[in-house]
C-alpha cells in the first residue's frame, strides 16, 4: 500500500492567510499543516507518498518537504494542472502508482489518530474504507448515511436529513480503484467528485466504514484553522 496527500485547491476559504502562502503550509501548532497526514502515513509504515498538488503547490511543498528523508519517506510529486476536483487528483497519484492499494488523505485534515488498525483492516478486507467523524455540521462534508450498520449511501454536502456521520478526507482503496475512477463523470460543478468514486465501490458491494478515533479537523475554512491551532497548540 502507497500513501497519497491530495494536496491541491487554491486555498480561497483560507483567504487572506493563502494569499501568498500554499494552505498546506500554513501553521498549525508548531508545524505546518501538511506534516500531521505526512507523519501519520509514516507511522502507519506507509513511506513511499505521493503527493498531489497544483505546479505551484507542488514547488512550494517539495521547497518545504524535499524528497521526505527527514520523516523517513520517500515522496513522489504529482501535478493537478487544474482543479477539476478531488477524484481528478486521485487519478494523478493513481497513474503514478500503478495497481497498488493506497492510502489517501486530505492535505487539511490534521489529526492524531494512528492509521496502523484500519490499514490493517484495509489489508484484511479489501474494497474501500472510509473512515467517518460524529459532526454538528454535515452540511459541510460528504456524509455516509448508514443502515444496519452499513452505508447505504454517500451524499456530498447534503440539504437534508442523511445523518451526520462525515466522511473524513480519509480513505483506503484497493488495487480496483482505477476501473472505478475511469468510469466517473463530471458533476454539475465540473469536478470529479470523490462522492462517486465511493458510491462506485458501495455499488459493487465493497464498500466500509469505521470511526476515527482521537482529535480530527478538516482545517479548511478560517473558523476551522483557528480552532485546529487550538486542539493542536501542543
Known amino acids: 500500500m502507497k500513501g497519497v496527500i491530495l494536496a491541491g485547491g487554491l486555498g480561497t476559504r483560507l483567504s487572506p492567510l493563502t494569499d501568498g502562502v500554499n494552505k498546506h503550509l500554513l501553521p498549525v501548532g508548531a508545524r505546518p499543516m501538511i506534516h500531521y497526514p505526512l507523519q501519520r502515513l509514516c507511522e502507519a509504515g506507509l513511506k513511499?507518498?505521493?503527493?498531489?498538488?497544483?505546479?505551484?503547490?507542488?514547488?512550494?511543498?517539495?521547497?518545504?518537504?524535499?524528497?521526505?528523508?527527514?520523516?523517513?519517506?520517500?515522496?513522489?510529486?504529482?501535478?493537478?494542472?487544474?482543479?477539476r476536483g478531488i477524484a481528478d487528483a486521485l487519478a494523478q497519484a493513481a497513474r503514478a502508482v500503478g495497481r497498488e492499494a493506497l492510502c489517501v488523505i486530505l492535505g487539511d485534515n490534521v489529526f492524531d489518530a494512528p492509521l496502523r488498525e484500519y490499514v490493517d483492516a484495509h489489508h484484511s478486507d479489501g474494497g474501500a474504507l472510509l473512515l467517518l467523524r460524529e459532526v454538528p455540521d454535515p452540511e459541510r462534508y460528504g456524509v455516509a448515511r448508514l443502515d444496519g450498520g452499513r452505508v447505504a449511501e454517500v451524499v456530498e454536502k447534503p440539504t437534508t436529513d442523511v445523518g451526520n456521520m462525515a466522511v473524513t478526507g480519509i480513505y483506503m482503496y484497493d488495487a480496483g480503484l482505477s476501473e472505478h475512477l475511469r468510469g466517473l463523470r463530471p458533476s454539475p460543478r465540473g469536478e470529479l467528485e470523490i462522492t462517486d468514486v465511493n458510491n462506485a465501490y458501495l455499488q459493487h458491494g465493497a464498500l466500509r466504514w469505521r470511526l476515527l478515533g482521537g482529535r480530527w479537523i478538516d482545517a479548511g475554512t478560517l473558523e476551522a484553522y483557528r480552532e485546529a491551532n487550538t486542539l493542536f497548540s501542543s
Open 48 to 83: 513511499d507518498v505521493v503527493i498531489v498538488s497544483s505546479a505551484p503547490g507542488v514547488a512550494a511543498i517539495s521547497a518545504a518537504l524535499g524528497s521526505g528523508g527527514s520523516f523517513g519517506a520517500q515522496i513522489c510529486y504529482c501535478v493537478q494542472d487544474e482543479p
